[in-house]
């Protein structure tokens, strides 16, 4: 249990027993109530009073399977309010077994000096002058990193998007196989980590020192239930490592929800071209991987390898909300085109989702034509090389729409909302608008819920019940993020009663106490809370829990609704 | 009353000989309504799935009509 305090303006590091203050708390639970606690609201995000922190959760670490979500806050240069991105891969369970709370970088290098931060299998951390990684692409960057310090190293690290300081700019995470494919895309954290002159975060995977669990055979028992609930659901054991993620694009299409060229259509047409089925058989007939694993310790397998026409990688992994925001938001429904775009917004450190709206804007506004695949690229490439439109492009929609004064601009926060338009599912209107992370699908995704034909009485398009369903969503989901365990676990969880019995039962055994559900709510408050009283602070109060203006005024086909939750309901939302 | 039902995800694989590009056909009762087809297709409540036409979403209580084309869908989680 120890935070490592990395000052950049000092070049020091200093290893502190964690506050008592932060105890008990892993994930976003402790970014969340720390940055509230130690940043100043109204700072400068890319200046050296803002901190970026990095917490594994609260199981991640042990022996549970599917605990390696990182998570990594500030304040962000993009939303202006409090930030919590998650990342899976390898660095989570890496610094678990190090008996690592969290990492907080502090200060600002000097602007020029750049370093990497390497921690051994022992704890013991050094900053190391890293000027000649200057400029250089993630894929690059981790192979030189591991050619230099070996390859048993979880990794976080930022492209040229984050060197230039572009609020799109993400951090990259290594997966089980060395790729800087996983990313904490959101909210521009790569800007802080490149504001602070840090490139690359390496953690030793062969620590040994996790910290004690209170009661170790409760732990066992109850991760081994858990576990066995987790392969026996059917999404979590067979629709995941099947499909993955982008099994999402035919019932969202079928729901006339997934958001086309520039959210001016619900439905892609051939949506089916760019379909998990379609994906799938691709990935097959090519010979690239399906059911793959992404992250330490999962057993739930939903990345896949992409590979082209000769079987060659292409990217890892391609996921539903790349695939709707560089290829639903543009009109090119083509997986080629679209695995290319993931890999160079994970090359350059990009938001996929931020970045391809961002290109779904400039098209809308007539820089280029939607679908011009070829445009779509370059526009990716003029971020690398750092032109004057690859800044406005890589500092996502609301710069773009500024600079092209086009008024469509799919954001709240500033941030561009996911793959489920808030005009079809009027549920995800309320999670985007009063989210404090600014639009952000897994802040709580209230989809299934909405489309389930057993799903009760919500109507998709209709705001009633609305408000309840996401703050429900919106407070279960900040709580389940603060133990590091993937949300694709969370299925069991809220199917498999056993499997609900057995977290708190993990959670309980790790701290020492006897955790009730109820206790598990208050922690989900307290989060969300804290996050909201940062927001205020930096001057987020209410009215800044709205969507973009058009969303309320331009419905969208084929439903032809506009979003319908009213700004008092809006604010009901947590009203606490 | 018989439907058109197109399949996704992996309840192709429940039913042996099924066409992705045509979808297969399915007889009903009159005034059958989303909660029949299901239960004809095998879906439970429990396991749940998705039914939309013509990218309008079903609840279990509509009604079906003669002739429609459904596309029917696991449930959902993400995030």
Known sequence: MKFLRVNMTEKSIKAEDVPQAYRGLGGRGLTSIFINAEVPPTCDPLGPENKLICAPGLLSG??????SRISIGA??????GIKESNAGGTVAAALGRLGITAIIVEGKAPQGELYVLKIDENGEAVLLPAQGLKGMRTYALV??????????????????????????ASIQSTDVDGRPCRAAGRGGLGAVMGSKGLKALLVSQGGNRPDALADPEAYKQAAMVFAKAVKDHPFSGQLMPALGTSMLVGPI??????????ATQGVLEGWEKISGEKLAETIKARGGKSGHMGCSQCIIHCSNEFVDTRGKYVTASLEYETIWAT?????????DVIARMDFLCDDIGLDTMNTGVAIAVAMDAGYKPFGDAQAAIEMLEEVAKGTELGKIIGNGPVAVGKHFKHHRVPVAKNQSIAAYDPRAIQGMAVTYATSPMGADHTAGWVVGQNLAAFGGKLDPLSPTGQVEVSRAAQIATAAFDATGLCQFAATAVNDIPDAGKALLTLLSAKLGSTLTPEDVTALGVRIIRAEREFNRKAGLTNEA?????????EPLPPHNKPVLVSDQEMDRTFDF | ???????????PRRFPGYDPEKGMKVDLPPEARVKDLLARLGISKEEGGIVAVDGLVLKAEAELREGAVLHVFHPIVGG
Not at chain 1, 75 to 80: D, F, I, N, Q, R
Not at chain 1, 327 to 335: A, H, K, N, S
Not at chain 1, 545 to 553: C, G, I, P, S
């Open chain 1, 62 to 67: 042990t022996t549970l399977i599917n605990t």
């Open chain 1, 75 to 80: 304040k962000s240069p993009l939303t202006g």
């Open chain 1, 143 to 168: 192979e030189t990193l591991q050619k230099d310090y070996g390859e048993k190293n979880g990794i976080l690290c930022i492209g040229p998007a984050g060197e230039y300081q572009l609020a799109s």
């Open chain 1, 253 to 262: 299409n079928a729901a006339g929800a997934f958001p086309s060229f520039n």
């Open chain 1, 327 to 335: 290829g639903g938001m543009t009109g090119i429904p083509d997986l």
């Open chain 1, 545 to 553: 829990d709205r969507l973009a203006k058009f969303f309320y005024e």
């Open chain 2, 1 to 11: 009353m018989n439907v058109q039902v197109k399949l996704f995800g992996l309840l």
